[in-house]
């Protein structure tokens, strides 16, 4: 008798090998990501066929390379034989540009995180984008019915980064600037204002291609708090 499994597929956007423990990162505390990683099948080569995410979300759900273009293929995505063969399909993800990928449409259900406010610190770290994202994940794995396949895909590194002030000084070698006590203020997914009080400045930074480089522009300088 076939025994019905259920999958969960994390994705976190710039979350790089040398971030985690398992990979050699000694300066960074990963204790989840270890434990995970010594449950599991760790692998230590990954090749992939395109770096933007239309293309490679291609490859994901429809088993399209790279190559062959930016058409959706004319045969079912995963999703779509997943969801003939009786097992729930559930999109989340805190990115519109994955919410709003064609073969989003193929799942049972997207949820969409967009009620998040990141343009201030958190004061504790339960309250941070990524903990809320997580939170919501475990939210709806307990409801959902077996078995599953619950896609998320988060942001992560390549979003506005709200922990705690103390969290960041806690990265501060002796000899780097104090810590800037001032606020970012996030005008939409291409532009943010920075202000620095330690270097009295205020900064606009511009997304020039998704996500990878910010542009950085001085608006104002020398200024007097």
Same mark, same amino acid.
């Given at each position: 008798?076939?025994? *019905? ?7 976190? $956007? ?5 971030? @985690? ?22 692998? +230590?080569?990954?090749?992939? $066929?395109?770096?933007? @995410? #239309? ?8 088993? %399209?390379?790279?190559?062959?273009? *930016? ?5 079912? =995505?995963?999703? +779509? ?13 805190? $990115? ?20 998040? /406010?990141?343009?201030?610190?958190? +004061? ?16 709806? %794995? ?11 895909? =988060?942001?992560?590194?390549?979003? #506005?980064? /709200?922990? #705690?002030?103390?969290?960041? !000084? ?6 780097? #600037?104090? %810590? ?13 204002? !920075?202000? /620095? ?9 511009? *997304? ?18």
């Amino acid at each position: 008798m076939t025994q *019905n499994r259920s999958a969960v597929v994390l994705v976190f $956007d710039r979350l790089g090998a040398s971030f @985690l423990g398992p990979y050699g990162n000694t300066w960074l505390e990963t204790a989840g990501w270890n434990r995970l990683a010594s449950e599991s099948l760790l692998w +230590e080569h990954c090749l992939s $066929d395109s770096a933007e @995410l #239309p293309s490679i979300y291609r490859s994901f759900w429809y088993g %399209q390379h790279a190559i062959a273009g *930016n058409s959706i293929p004319d045969w079912p =995505s995963l999703m +779509e034989r997943l969801n003939q063969a009786g097992v729930h399909t559930v999109l989340l993800t805190d $990115d519109p540009v994955v919410a709003r990928l064609p073969g989003a449409k193929c799942f049972e259900e997207c949820v969409e995180l967009t009620d998040v /406010d990141t343009t201030e610190p958190c +004061e504790h770290p339960a309250d941070c984008a990524i903990s809320q994202f997580l939170a919501r994940l475990l939210s709806i %794995q307990e409801d959902l019915p077996e078995p599953y396949l619950i896609w998320a895909h =988060s942001r992560g590194m390549a979003g #506005p980064w /709200d922990a #705690p002030l103390e969290s960041r !000084d806690a990265f501060r070698e002796e000899e780097d #600037p104090p %810590q800037a006590r001032g606020f970012v203020r996030v005008l939409d997914e291409h532009r943010l204002v !920075d202000v /620095d009080p330690v270097a009295h400045q205020v900064v606009w930074y511009e *997304n020039v291609d998704k996500g990878k480089t910010w542009r950085k522009h001085v608006i104002a300088d020398g200024f007097e708090q």
